[in-house]
């Protein structure tokens, strides 16, 4: 992709990088979002690993997801998003992708730590291991401090890799560029729906029609 070069050095290495190299310090902790529990292991050199951040727990929220579908968790990190999805939808395949080395790891363990059977997690850059395949539901909390030109990169693949009348739900801080996550979906997509909100931040559902 575009941005691997431009974003990914020592330089401007954080929790999107492919390899962390700073000391790894493991965190473990339980969350029970929709009255559904679920543990987890994370650590250091991943966003958020001391809880759900807020913009997940507010997709994970609101999110809509159908039975016996294909759905992807694009930028997964530990696996919340993800492992919640296959929970509330056991009969759907769960693909997790992330470009960090150790958020992958992490979400494997999770997969296994919460016995969820139908989500794998791999690591990614961009759609790079997922060429020809295809999603009914892609759930995507942007790398917003990435830029936006990752992050709208990441949406146009999304695109190509949805089935026809199939969504992607992506959740956003308006503050920090959301008006203009919303004019690029309504552009690509041709609809846009706000499906939540909390403390700022949007949840935005748009169907390749």
Known sequence: MKYQRKRYNKKHQHYYSPKQTGKKRNYKFSSRVNGIHADFKTSSGIFSPRRIDLGSLTLIKNMRLMKD????????????IGIYAAKMCPTSKIVMIDIN??????????????????????????FSVLKNQTFDVILFNPPQTAGLD????????????LNK????????????????????????????????KKAGYWVYKSIKK
């Open 165 to 196: 009348n199939g969504n992607i739900q992506i959740v956003v801080r308006r503050r920090k560029g959301g008006e203009r996550f919303e004019e690029k979906l309504e552009k690509l997509f041709g609809n846009v729906e706000v499906l939540g």
């Open 101 to 126: 080395r150790r958020a992958v790891e992490c979400a494997k363990d999770n997969i296994k730590l919460n016995d969820v059977k139908n989500a794998v997690a791999k690591q990614s850059y961009g």
């Open 150 to 161: 990752v992050c709208f990169e990441l949406i146009e693949e999304s695109y190509e890799h």
């Open 69 to 80: 579908s294909r759905i992807l968790d694009l930028g997964c990190g530990y696996g919340a």
